[in-house]
């Protein structure tokens, strides 16, 4: 504006008011996201912390109070009462843990091998294969359970975790190596030329550029352990009782004759944490994973 | 590099492509070819070729065609919400400011969790005698009597594409932000100094910036609408006013033993997201030549 230009001391009295604004909005935007993110969570833990009695109180009461661990006990079988159930989930428990690190290993490190010579290597038929690879992300589990399912019954590997895991594997590669090949590609070539020129080998030009790339690799690592904690429809056809994850567990409790919401709720509790601890603290590496996995 | 060094190479691709050989291509070549066939879980050696009939039984079915419509509904509500919300969310966000990075931690919660827990969660929200929301809505008038949302097939969709879209937003708004904060600064400088309303700003700055990477994150939308099982799965069970396509071909193929209807319609869900991707890739690519 011509007037701005003539009288300088308008625009910073403009300027200030302007970021008052921006920052009053920028603290109604947190305050909105705050209670996005965590009302909900907020009920399931209010649930699994109310005692059966106050629960069905109406109207509903916001605080748990008392608070009761009752739940929580339960379903950790620490009070001796009902032992299939607390078994069931902690077993479901460890079996989640097992084949989601397991696969989660795995897939890293094929990543790397895989997203390493997709960045530094062109031969007939790479763009092909890697184009493949992509369009696999779009058409995941679900187009090729079915002769999955007969494959695995073949191997007998239905209801096993290795079963479990190896599908989780092929579900979450993709997209596992194209952000190591990204990661890769942000690397300077000129680290390997001068270890190429000192008689260094490919295995020790790989392990000197990884810790360069290691933030792509946790980022790969994050996204891929929250993908397979969050399963169900999988584990539901393929690993559905011995081999059976949280998820899986959680669903027999919905729908019995007299719904235990507490225990329900208790489950749900436990179940969250570690993918809540794994975003909460790997945060930065979960933000930039998925901002350049979605570049695709 | 010498040709030797990258022998070397090819092992390193050699897990990838085994992966991707057994449980991905043959897989999905099985599933084209038993879809020209009558095959049963039950006895799959018994077997007859069936032409295009498995397409034929797919496409006259009623329960498909509910399916089919409500999976349209998930994907057209839950594009809209992703979309507009996030634009919002995004361009709020845009500025770093003390405790954003907190902000962004907590809002990512949702995406990291799983769909099967956070309709549990959701379901004690709406349930009519353990849950807050029919009290919520009351106290603010917006509703006269309690309802039973998940039983009731006018409410039951919205409410499943509200667990979908809480799960989904914050994966948006990320993927928005990331294509914001490399806007120059310059441009919006000189905005500012040309005195252009915030409303301007966005209409000719911001939105055309974020135009891009907006086909990004339909096609994420859509991705994640066309795939929904769990939430529906979880919240209401098979109930038909709630299913989608990916219930509808898990029933037949896993309950009816159907396997050959069931991998027809699979196939059909899969080149339906893929011609999907193509148009926003076309969309897309059009929209870089401007």
């Known amino acids: 504006m011509v007037e701005n230009r003539r009288w300088p001391g308008i625009r910073p009295a403009r300027k200030l008011h302007r970021r008052t604004n921006l920052a009053a909005l920028q603290a109604a935007v947190s305050a909105l996201i705050l209670l996005y993110s965590l009302l909900p969570l907020y009920w399931l833990l209010r649930t699994s912390l109310i005692s059966k009695e106050d629960l069905l109180k109406a109207p509903p009461a916001l605080l748990p109070s008392p608070a009761t661990a009752e739940h929580f006990a339960r379903i950790l079988g620490l009070d001796g009462s009902s032992h299939v159930i607390s078994a069931n989930f902690v077993r479901a428990f460890w079996n989640s843990a097992a084949v989601c690190l397991g696969a989660t290993a795995a897939v890293c490190a094929i990543a790397v091998l895989a997203g390493y010579v997709f960045a530094r290597w062109r031969f007939p038929g790479s763009r092909a294969l890697f184009g493949l690879l992509l369009v696999t992300m779009v058409l995941p589990a679900y187009s090729v359970m079915l002769p999955l399912y007969r494959v695995m019954t073949a191997l007998s590997l239905i209801d096993t975790g290795l079963g479990l895991g190896l599908i989780y594997v092929s579900a979450f590669m993709p997209l596992a190596v194209w952000l190591m090949r990204s990661f890769f590609l942000t690397v300077p070539i000129e680290l390997e030329e001068a270890a190429q020129m000192d008689g260094a080998g490919r295995w020790r030009q790989l392990f000197l550029v990884l810790p360069l790339a290691a933030p792509g690799l946790i980022s790969a690592a994050t996204i891929t352990f929250l993908s397979c904690w969050s399963q169900y429809a999988i584990p539901l056809v393929f690993a559905s009782s011995k081999a059976q994850p949280v998820t899986v567990f959680l669903s027999t409790l919905v729908g019995k004759t007299s719904v235990e919401y507490g225990l329900m709720a208790a489950g749900g509790v436990l179940s969250i944490l570690p993918p809540l601890l794994v975003a909460v603290f790997l945060n930065r590496y979960l933000v930039a994973g998925l901002m350049k996995g979605a570049g695709r | ?290």
């Open chain 2, 1 to 290: 590099m010498k040709r030797r060094d990258n022998d070397i190479f090819l092992l390193w691709l050699l897990p990838m492509a085994l992966v991707l050989l057994c449980f991905v291509i043959l897989p999905l070549l099985v599933t084209v070819v038993d879809s020209l066939y009558s095959v049963s879980l039950l006895n799959v050696s018994d077997r007859s070729f069936a032409g295009a009939d498995n397409y034929l039984t797919v496409l006259k079915d009623a329960n498909v065609r509910t399916a089919a419509g409500n999976t349209l509904f998930y994907t057209v509500v839950s594009l809209t919400a992703e979309t507009v919300l996030g634009i919002a969310a995004a361009v709020a966000l845009k500025e770093k400011y003390r405790g954003r990075s907190v902000i962004l931690a907590v809002l990512s919660i949702p995406w990291a969790l799983p769909p099967m827990v956070n309709s549990m969660t959701w379901k004690l929200i709406f349930d009519p005698s353990v849950g807050i929301l029919n009290e919520i809505l009351l106290q603010w008038g917006v509703i006269d009597a309690y309802q039973v949302w998940l039983n009731n097939p006018e409410l039951s969709k919205w409410c499943v594409t509200t667990v979908h879209v809480w799960k989904m937003l914050p994966f948006i708004v990320i993927i928005m932000l990331a294509r914001l904060q490399t806007m120059p600064r310059e441009i919006m400088e000189a905005a500012e100094t040309d005195g252009a309303s915030a409303v301007q700003k966005f209409r000719y700055f911001t939105f055309p910036y974020l135009r891009p990477v907006l086909f990004i994150t339909l096609a994420q939308g859509t991705i994640g609408a066309v795939h929904l099982f769990d939430e529906p799965y979880a919240m209401t069970g098979t109930a038909l006013d709630t299913r989608t396509l990916l219930i509808q071909d898990y029933l037949t193929a896993f309950r009816e033993y159907n396997l050959g209807t069931g991998m027809a319609l699979a196939l059909l869900i899969s080149v339906s997201i893929l011609l999907l991707m193509v148009l926003y890739a076309k969309l897309a690519g059009r929209q870089e030549e401007w």
